[in-house]
């Protein structure tokens, strides 16, 4: 994958001149998937390559907290150039506008938006799922909320696009889409989107991209927690953010 591309963000010493080499972005979290997923898909689709800290001890997490690094004492954080980012929407935004992931005119870029959070809306049952007591439960109220209204939408907006969220191509918010498809298959079984063409390209479509599919298959790609690894990252979650 080459390094990111584009505008260097610069936050440098004054006086620095001339253009510098593209820093690789840093992306801290836990070891695991969550809120930290969609930024690595859409670095993934963007071919950008990205370094990782994923904090295990609830010591690392303080000291970032307590050391002023984190501006709402809260993860995921993402490093680039001298600029600290958090907000998992921000991060995602900012890297796909550096990536050209954020559609051709204010127009495109605003539906992009408007797509991201219906996305946001739709993924909170996936978010949720590995803290939820009761796991049949809640999947089969997810699946009924999705197939009954959110998926059906977006379907819509894919096939009014003709295939993408905007006209003009690939944006963000098509990543964020097949982001959560990928998720909900895993937690609802392949047979999600037998109803639902547009939306089952589009995840074929991001799926074969080549960052994506090489994050996909490397050994840090942290797939969606259901089962065991759910209880293992909730645990994990709860060691760093609480110690306990
Ligand atoms: N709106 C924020 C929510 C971030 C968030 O809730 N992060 C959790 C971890 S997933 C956290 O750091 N919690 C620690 C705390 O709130 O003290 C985002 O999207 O990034």
């Given at each position: 994958m080459p390094i990111w591309g584009g505008t260097n963000h610069q936050h440098g010493p004054a006086g620095h001149a001339g253009p510098t080499a593209p820093t690789r972005p840093r992306l801290t979290?836990?070891?695991g998937w969550g809120l930290a997923e969609q930024a690595r898909w859409v670095m993934a689709a963007c071919g950008v390559e990205w370094d990782q800290t994923s904090l295990s001890r609830h010591e690392e997490f303080v000291?970032?907290?307590?050391?002023g690094v984190l501006t709402f004492g809260q993860l995921p954080l993402l490093e680039v150039d001298g600029l600290r980012l958090v907000q998992s929407q921000a991060i995602v935004r900012y890297v796909a506008r550096r990536g050209g992931l954020v559609g051709v005119d204010d127009a495109e870029g605003a539906?992009?938006?408007?797509?991201?959070?219906?996305?946001?809306?739709?993924r909170s049952g996936l978010s949720s799922y590995p803290f939820s007591d009761d796991g049949p439960t809640h999947a089969?109220?997810?699946r009924a909320r999705l197939l009954g209204k959110q998926l059906p939408y977006l379907e819509a907006v894919l096939r009014r696009g003709g295939g993408s969220v905007v006209p003009?191509?690939?944006?963000y918010a098509d990543v964020l889409i097949a982001e959560m498809l990928d998720g909900y298959v895993g937690m609802l079984g392949p047979g999600l989107l037998d109803d639902l063409p547009w939306l089952k390209a589009l995840r074929d479509r991001v799926l074969a991209l080549e960052g994506v599919a090489?994050?996909?298959s490397s050994t840090r790609r942290h797939p969606f927690p259901g089962g065991d690894v759910g209880r293992a990252y909730v645990a994990n979650v709860n060691a760093v953010l609480h110690g306990k």
């Open positions: 979290y836990f070891a000291a970032l907290r307590d050391g539906t992009i938006d408007m797509v991201a959070e219906a996305v946001r809306d739709a089969s109220q997810c003009s191509g690939l944006s090489s994050y996909l």
